[in-house]
């Protein structure tokens, strides 16, 4: 099977070819990948793709995976709803 064919990342349809050039090109953390190709930031936050990611990069940099930091996980926030900031304008005029 070609790296091409082999998906990482199913939110942002990432495949392994994509994830080894970026780290032969020096990206070798898993922020680093993050900011190139948004991996752990789709809709199932890394659940998925970033220990698959801290494997590869394990592998590539020949250390024990313990060695390899995920990133913080960052709580989606809440969204506003737009009626409640127009009711909170009505209220203060």
Not at 9 to 29: A, V, Y
Not at 60 to 71: A, G, S, T
Request: hydrophobic share 40%.
């Amino acid at each position: 099977m070609s790296k091409k064919d082999i998906i990482i990342c199913r939110c942002e349809d990432i495949n392994l070819q994509e994830l080894h050039d970026l780290m032969n090109q020096g990206f070798t953390s898993i922020e680093d990948l993050k900011r190139q190709l948004r991996v752990g930031m789709g809709p199932c936050q890394g659940a998925t793709c970033l220990p698959i990611i801290q494997r590869e990069l394990a592998i590539f940099l020949k250390k024990p995976i313990e060695e390899i930091p995920l990133p913080t996980v960052r709580p989606l926030t809440l969204g506003v709803p737009l009626k409640a900031i127009a009711r909170g304008a009505k209220d203060d005029l």
